[in-house]
């Protein structure tokens, strides 16, 4: 069985580019040049990207993935807020 490429994005978001995005901020290491607010814009252009996807995958799957998706969502950008 092959997974639909946008239930691939969506799972590559929800559990490799948002806690990536966490794990940058709190490294510090691009804190010279990047502020919160990006990394908080960053999670959430990522979200709405994700959330575009739900249109293209099967309607019996799309609660399922928009339920990870604001789950990942939530616990990211609360991950994120913890070092401000």
Known sequence: MTINPHEHLIES?????????????????????????????TIETEVSLAMKALLYIPPEKQAIYREKIQKSFTANLDQLRQKT
Do not use: H, M, Q, W
Not at 14 to 34: D, I, M, Q, W
């Open 13 to 41: 978001i929800c559990n490799e580019v948002l806690p990536n995005t966490v794990l940058a901020y709190r490294s510090g290491k691009f804190s010279g040049s990047l502020n919160y607010d990006y990394y908080e814009t």
